[in-house]
């Protein structure tokens, strides 16, 4: 069964930062796109970024470019998201997604609440 397990979430006061890690496992990690998305309370679930499966490209929702960063390492199966200039905005559960052709499979979520 193919297993995504996100950590990494908390609590952050405004400015702060965070590292998600999402690790893989029982799939072929590395040829899959990776995604982190967020949901927050009472909006739908939006994609944050994704980086391809070799790790040469990204792309970032516009309202994190400049403060969040997601990477790859393909032998520890494991993508990451480093969130640098928190906003009670980005508070949200986080997910991490693999994606390929067609193929989807989301993680559990992790929460992570940005708050003085």
């Known amino acids: 069964q193919v297993q995504l397990v996100e950590s990494g979430g908390g609590l952050v006061q405004p400015g702060g930062s965070l590292r998600l890690s999402c690790a893989a496992s029982?799939?072929?990690?590395?040829?899959?796109?990776m995604s982190w998305y967020r949901q927050a309370p009472g909006k739908e679930r939006e994609l944050v970024a994704t980086?391809?499966?070799?790790?040469?490209?990204?792309n970032y929702a516009d309202s994190v470019k400049g403060r969040f960063t997601i990477s790859r390492d393909n032998a520890k199966a494991t993508v990451y998201l480093q969130m640098n200039s928190l906003k009670p905005d980005d508070t949200a559960v986080y997910y991490c997604?693999?994606?390929?052709?067609?193929?989807?499979?989301w993680g559990q979520g992790t929460q992570v609440t940005v708050s003085s």
């Open positions: 997604n693999a994606g390929r052709r067609g193929s989807s499979y």
């Open positions: 029982r799939f072929a990690f590395s040829v899959y796109d």
């Open positions: 980086i391809t499966s070799s790790g040469g490209g990204t």
